[in-house]
C-alpha cells in the first residue's frame, strides 16, 4: 500500500509544473553554472561566510551586541536554506521511481516498498557524506553558543567559500591531476624526515642534547628543518647533528623546487583548459551570439566590422598565429579543431547562437561544418565562404543561408571603380568610416513610439536621413526599397535601412524611445 502511495506521489510530483517550476528555479539558484542568478547568489553567500566568521572571532573576547546576533542568525538560517535546498536537488527521486516502477510494468512483477526506498535512501545519503555536504554541516554547528568547543568548527565555514571560488576548484583539480607525482615527493620527504630524526636521536638523544627528550621532537626537528623553517627552538650541537642538518636542509629545498616545478608544469597544462572553461561559462550567458569559425585574414576583418557594430561573437580556430591576434584584439576566442562535431555541440548548439560565420580556406571542412550544423539546427543562419566558384552551388544545396565567395566580390569592386571611380570612392568613404555618413540598420521593437505611424509622421525626415528599405519581420524576403514615406506605417519587428549623418541616426535611435506624449 505504501509502496503504491510513494509511485502515485512521484507521479503527480511529475505532473506539477508549480513543483518543477520551483525546483527549477532552486537549481539555477544553487547549482546551474549557466544560471545568471547564481554568480550573484555564490557572492552573497561568500560575503555571509566573511561576515559570520567576523563575528564569531569577535565573540571569543566580547559580548557581541543583539544586531550582531540578528545577523548571524539571519546567516545561519541562509546557511541552512542552501543545506536543504541542494539537497533536495541533488537527485530527481521522482524520475528513479517512475523509471522502476515502468520497468516493473514490462516484467509484469509487482512493486517493493524496500526497493522504493533503497532508492530514495542511497541517493540522498550519497549527497549527505559528500566532502561539501558535511562542510556545510560543520559550517552550522559553531552557531551553538553554549558548546563554545564547536568554534574549532568556524574553520569549516571559510571552507564554504571553496564552493563559489572557480579559480580555487581549478587549482585543486591541478593538485589533483599531479597526485602521482605529489605522493612521491610525500613518500621521499617522509622517509628523509624518519631517517634524519632517527640519525639525529642516537647521536644527540639521551641527554646529549638537552632539548631533545624524545624521538618526537627530533620528529619535530626534522619537519621544521626540511622545510627549511628553522625555529630554532632545537639546534644540534654534535658535529653528527650538524652534517646531517646540512644534508635536511638540501633535501628539502630541493624538495621544495620540486613541488614548485610541478604544479608549475600542471598550471601552465591546464591554463587553456581553464581559460576555456572561463569563456564557454561568459558566452552561456549570451544572447544571439555570432560565432566565426576560422580567424584568417577574413575572420579578422569580419571580426573588426562585428566590433564596430557592437555585436557580441566570438572565434574559434586551432592556428596559434591566428589566435595570438584574436587575444592581441581582446577578443573571446576558443582554441579548437572546427572539425571537431564535440567543438560544433559545446559552442553552437548549447549556446543562443543566431548566426555562424565560415571563413576557413577549406570548402570541404566548411561545407561539412554547414551540413552538421543545419542537420541539428536549421534555424541558425550559416554564411559560408567558397574558394572555389564551383563550390558555390553545393554550399546552396546543402542549405546556406549565404555564400560569399570573395575573389568575385574584389573583382566586381574593382569594374564598379574602373567603371564609375566617383560613386564607388562615395561609397568606400562611407564603408569605411572615412565620412560621418553612415549606413546602418534601427529594429523597430517593443514600446517604440514609431509604431504604426508613418515615415513622415514619426519625423525621420526631419533628421536629415533617407530611408533606404525596409526588412518585414514576418517575410526577411520581402524588402520594401524606397518606401513610400506618406503611406508605409511602421510595423513591430521591422528593420529600417537607411542613410545618413552618424549623429542624426543615433538621435533617431534616441527619440524612438522616448516617452510618448
Not at 330 to 352: G, L, R
Amino acid at each position: 500500500m505504501l509502496a503504491r502511495l510513494l509511485i502515485s506521489f512521484a507521479y503527480f510530483l511529475e505532473s506539477s509544473k508549480e513543483y518543477k517550476r520551483v525546483k527549477t528555479f532552486v537549481y539555477n539558484l544553487l547549482e546551474n553554472p549557466k544560471s545568471k542568478m547564481k554568480p550573484y547568489f555564490d557572492a552573497f553567500i561568500i560575503a555571509l561566510v566573511i561576515i559570520t566568521v567576523s563575528i564569531l572571532i569577535y565573540d571569543v573576547d566580547h559580548h557581541i551586541p543583539y544586531h550582531m546576533v540578528v545577523v548571524e542568525d539571519f546567516a545561519i538560517s541562509v546557511f541552512i536554506f542552501e543545506w536543504v535546498g541542494r539537497f533536495w536537488v541533488s537527485a530527481n527521486l521522482r524520475l528513479r521511481i517512475i523509471k522502476y516502477h515502468e520497468d516493473l510494468l514490462e516484467k509484469n512483477k509487482k512493486e517493493k516498498l524496500s526497493e522504493i526506498l533503497k532508492i530514495i535512501i542511497n541517493q540522498k545519503i550519497a549527497y549527505i557524506f559528500s566532502p561539501m555536504s558535511i562542510i556545510d554541516l560543520l559550517a552550522i554547528l559553531p552557531t551553538y553558543r553554549p558548546l563554545r568547543v564547536l568554534r574549532i568548527f568556524l574553520i569549516f565555514r571559510m571552507f564554504k567559500i571553496f564552493r563559489y571560488t572557480k579559480s580555487i576548484n581549478s587549482f585543486f583539480k591541478v593538485l589533483k591531476d599531479k597526485k602521482l607525482e605529489f605522493n612521491f615527493l610525500v613518500l621521499l620527504g617522509g622517509f628523509a624526515v624518519f631517517m634524519s630524526a632517527t640519525i639525529m636521536f642516537v647521536f644527540e638523544g639521551g641527554g646529549e642534547n638537552k632539548n631533545i627528550h624524545s624521538f618526537l621532537d627530533t620528529i619535530y626537528w626534522a619537519i621544521i628543518t626540511i622545510t627549511t623553517v628553522g625555529y630554532g627552538d632545537i639546534t644540534p650541537v654534535t658535529l653528527a647533528g650538524k652534517i646531517i642538518t646540512v644534508f635536511l636542509v638540501g633535501g628539502g629545498f630541493l624538495i621544495l623546487v620540486l613541488a614548485t616545478s610541478i604544479v608549475t608544469n600542471a598550471l601552465s597544462e591546464k591554463i587553456n583548459v581553464v581559460r576555456e572553461s572561463k569563456v564557454l561559462s561568459q558566452i552561456s550567458k549570451m544572447d544571439d551570439l555570432i560565432v566565426i569559425l576560422g580567424f584568417g585574414k577574413m575572420g579578422q576583418v569580419l571580426a573588426s566590422e562585428l566590433r564596430h557594430g557592437y555585436k557580441k561573437f566570438m572565434v574559434l580556430d586551432i592556428n596559434e598565429e591566428n589566435l595570438s591576434k584574436a587575444k592581441e584584439l581582446d577578443y573571446i576566442y576558443i582554441k579548437a579543431d572546427v572539425s571537431n562535431y564535440e567543438t560544433i555541440k559545446s559552442i553552437v548548439f548549447k549556446n543562443d547562437v543566431r548566426k555562424v560565420v565560415l571563413t576557413t580556406d577549406n570548402d570541404a571542412l566548411n561545407l561539412s561544418i554547414l551540413l552538421t550544423i543545419k542537420a541539428e539546427k536549421k534555424d541558425i543562419v550559416v554564411i559560408a565562404r567558397a574558394n572555389s566558384y564551383e563550390n558555390i552551388k553545393k554550399f546552396y544545396i546543402a542549405k546556406a543561408d549565404h555564400v560569399i565567395f570573395p575573389y568575385q566580390t574584389v573583382a566586381e569592386v574593382a569594374v564598379e571603380y574602373i567603371g564609375s571611380s566617383v560613386k564607388f570612392d562615395a561609397i568606400d568613404n562611407i564603408l569605411v568610416q572615412k565620412s560621418s555618413i553612415t549606413l546602418d540598420e534601427i529594429d523597430i521593437e517593443e514600446e517604440n513610439r514609431y509604431i504604426g505611424k508613418t515615415i513622415e509622421e514619426s519625423g525621420m525626415d526631419d533628421f536629415n536621413v533617407t530611408v533606404i528599405a525596409v526588412l518585414k519581420e514576418s517575410d526577411k524576403e520581402n524588402i520594401i526599397f524606397n518606401p513610400n514615406h506618406k503611406t508605409y506605417k511602421i510595423d513591430l519587428n521591422d528593420s529600417i535601412v537607411l542613410i545618413g549623418d552618424e549623429k542624426n541616426i543615433f538621435k533617431i535611435k534616441s527619440d524612438m524611445i522616448r516617452p510618448i506624449t
